[in-house]
């Protein structure tokens, strides 16, 4: 059963619409169908499902094409269904994190037929679970074609309402300190590797993160052990600790440099890198027509976002959406009315 | 069904018909019966059933009374039944730990009829598992007289057919490590736990434990990290790291000693204590005469034997037993058939 879903009714209504039709990650199916529904009964819009994910295109012959992203998946629930409205805020799941920013980006589909510059819009799957099932990362794969000739790509992330530009970029790799197995009550015949791992965390400890600025925007990088493991039993001196760090790193470095970095502040030891993705520069030079457009102070973006996946596609790319992003995953997350309405308006006023 | 336990075949026959009757921890039952109903047959003998536990007592009413005990449980299988003879060494699953020192100790219940000194055999359930199901410890709780009257505790752990004496102490602790979490993107934001372990883990390989010497026996004490658990998940900075320590101690401290010890060097940290057991003195003023009988040389034990049961009891015990302690729960455990033979023969005399 597909549920309407009225394009034509207030971002307020449309959010809490939205909310109520839950579609945590791997469950979209129900809420692609509907979008799909709304956005192909719109003639100006040439409409492509791909997996759970939609993507729908003016084709206006403007000389410029901007892309509009939000993706369709939340967390799971927790104990924030249905929607409420209060307090100036719609509260539920995936209000902030992003159904706010959808309903914005549908309602621009619906209400702008003839925008002053094509739109691509894109409502994907899968974007809070792991990379290979990301939708946007699906469509790049398969029809390239159909994000890589936007000049700017807004994506809808929670940003205070405001731009967020750019994103950083990710490493994690494992240290690994070898030891030499024992018994305990003869410790001295081995090696203790949890012992010795000692100088792998007062390396960290002591290590000072850069802070690179790029465009005036500043990147503050970090370098953080997020899990420690070392025991083979109660009574055995361990062989081995793994020490797993997360390198958050400004865009300026490839993830080649990334990499390097890391290995270098370790050189005695094995890193096993086990996940790297470069961030995205905010590009500042291609973006600030929007920026000043939008009225909008820029700060850097801090965490990774699919702005990196339009990066890679050679398309700048922006983090712009209602909601608080401190608010994202919480079990009270809202986004206020204001946001919806302010995000809504000034869109609509930069594309009409 | 119980299997019929031929007390008057030779002891290499006997180890082979232990190994393979299978006993793991908690599946003695079987066994049990047949060394009940063995020892039954045996009208020198009084016997007392203690759960999967049995008591043999002679009752001479001579001037001393010895105690000769075997923990009848295995670690689990690994491959290594049925049992194997083969290069002189009895091979399979508990030979070494300690089906060997059972059946030397079975022979002696059955063949010395009227030893020069009284003796209590005791065979026992589960000393491989927790504390709190070690037989044992249930007999000693439930009928500590059964126990207690004995001047002297042999306790038939594989000792390479020498006499160890004593042993060491237990302490394990948790030492906790605070901090506060933050999203990796914003690290600065946060306390690292892990990187503040550092400091424990220096100070662990900084240490240098003692070495205690009593009665000319030393007893290398150890303190050892046996695990580190530290992380809430890739993109959090984690807001608490756990050290697990071990603390082999020597017997000259009790376990209050032990722990004041652990706690005073890691002042500015809670410790959690989560087990601490105290070890046993050698007593080689009580004990010497039996090692002068035998022509062995003590040697310090170093681990956790249940002659500390016996020391709080107040009775001085010793480890002696066929097979190479480094064996037990190897796969490849055996015990060589010289070592049966021999402790056999020695302790033989000594009853005789």
Redesign the interface.
């Known amino acids: 059963m597909t549920h309407p879903l009225d394009l034509t009714t207030d971002v307020v209504t449309l959010t809490r619409a939205l909310v109520d039709l839950p579609s945590e990650s791997g469950r979209e199916a129900e809420l692609a169908d509907a979008v799909e529904a709304a956005l192909r009964a719109l003639p100006h819009l040439t409409v492509r499902r791909v997996g759970n994910s939609v993507v729908a295109r003016t084709g206006l012959g403007r000389a410029e094409r901007a892309l509009i992203a939000g993706h369709l998946d939340t967390v799971p629930a927790a104990g924030n269904l249905p929607s409420r409205l209060a307090d100036g805020r719609v509260h539920g799941l995936g209000a902030c994190d992003m159904k706010g920013g959808v309903a914005v980006a549908l309602r621009l589909a619906a209400r702008i037929p003839a925008p002053v510059r094509d739109v691509t819009y894109v409502f994907y799957e899968c974007e809070e679970v792991e990379g290979d099932r990301n939708g946007l990362a699906h469509i790049g794969a398969e029809c390239p074609t159909l994000l890589a000739d936007a000049a700017l790509a807004i994506l809808m992330e929670p940003s205070d309402a405001g731009v967020e530009a750019g994103c ?1 970029g990710i490493l ?1 790799a494992d240290i690994v300190v070898k030891g030499a197995r024992a ?6 015949q081995g090696v ?1 590797a ?9 390396r ?2 002591d290590h000072t ?1 850069d802070r690179v600025v790029i465009d005036g925007l500043e990147y ?1 990088e ?17 062989d081995e ?1 793994v ?2 760090v ?1 390198f ?1 790193f400004a865009p300026s470095r490839s993830e080649e440099e990334a990499e390097a970095y890391v290995r270098g502040l370790f050189p005695e030891y094995e890193v096993r890198v086990t996940e790297v993705v470069a961030g995205a520069s905010p590009h500042l030079d291609r973006i600030g027509g929007f920026i000043r457009a939008l009225g909008a102070e820029p700060r850097a973006k ?3 976002t699919d702005v990196a996946r339009f990066a890679a596609l050679g398309v700048p790319a922006l983090n712009y959406g209602p909601g608080d992003p401190s608010l994202a995953h919480t079990a009270g997350e809202y986004v206020p009315v204001e946001h919806l309405e302010r995000c809504e308006t000034r869109l609509r006023t930069w594309l009409s």
Do not use: E, I, M, Y
Request: glycine content about 8%; some cysteine.
């Open positions: 950083q994690t018994h305990t009550a003869r410790a001295w203790n949890a012992h010795r791992a000692a100088r792998v965390l007062q960290l400890d993160p503050r970090g370098l953080s052990a997020v899990a420690v493991r070392a025991g083979v039993a109660g009574n055995v001196v361990p600790c020490v797993t997360n958050r801090l965490g990774w």
